[in-house]
């Protein structure tokens, strides 16, 4: 960008004359409607031109223009945001839950860990509060579970002598 150096081209003289003329204009003593602009004015108008290009495009307007139409809005929208997000979300509905509810929300895998291993859960936890009788399984969910847990001897044991003849008979054997 280059620099102008503002050079007045008419001297004190020709202002002069265009101060009596604009005044002369004013008080309407002309003799025409319109008058006719002096030369000087179309000698000066490319120049005055270039000079309000020029100062509409410096550095500083652009950054004035710029500060107007992107910083500020941008930053009143921030703001704005931030202001609507703390007052105007909704706060969840409180509820208060009980460690029962949440255990019987489990899986039925996780509850009989939680069943063999009580020592991981909180001391002041006891069955009772969960409800559940633990001592009412039946001898297939037994079997089941040694079963699926790989203590498939002990489930073998606890088969009486009909469940044993008819576990042979099933895998091929019979017996003697």
């Known amino acids: 960008m280059r620099f102008r150096q503002e050079k007045n081209p008419a001297g ?11 005044r002369r204009m004013v008080s309407g003593s002309g003799t025409s409607g319109v008058p006719e602009p002096p030369d000087l004015y179309w ?5 005055r031109a270039n000079a309000q290009i020029d100062g509409a495009t ?7 223009l ?16 931030f202001i609507g997000l703390h007052y ?3 706060e969840p509905p409180r509820e208060d839950v009980s460690v029962a ?11 009989d ?35 699926v847990s790989g203590n498939t001897s002990a489930a073998v044991d ?5 469940e044993t003849s008819v576990l042979l008979a099933a895998l091929g054997t019979g017996t003697r």
């Open 113 to 147: 860990s939680l069943l063999l291993h009580p020592e991981r859960m909180d001391p002041s936890f006891t069955v009772q509060e969960l409800g559940v009788d633990v001592s009412n399984v039946s001898r297939e969910q037994i079997a089941d579970y040694l079963v």
């Open 43 to 47: 000698q000066n108008l490319a120049v």
């Open 58 to 64: 410096s550095g500083k307007a652009l950054s004035i």
């Open 101 to 111: 509810a949440v255990v019987l929300s489990l899986p039925a895998t996780a509850i």
């Open 66 to 81: 710029w500060a107007a139409r992107v910083a500020i809005p941008g930053v009143v929208a921030i703001v704005s945001f």
């Open 158 to 162: 606890g088969l009486t002598e009909r």
């Open 88 to 90: 105007y979300v909704p």
């Open 12 to 22: 004190d003289e020709a202002e002069r004359a265009l101060e009596a003329e604009v």
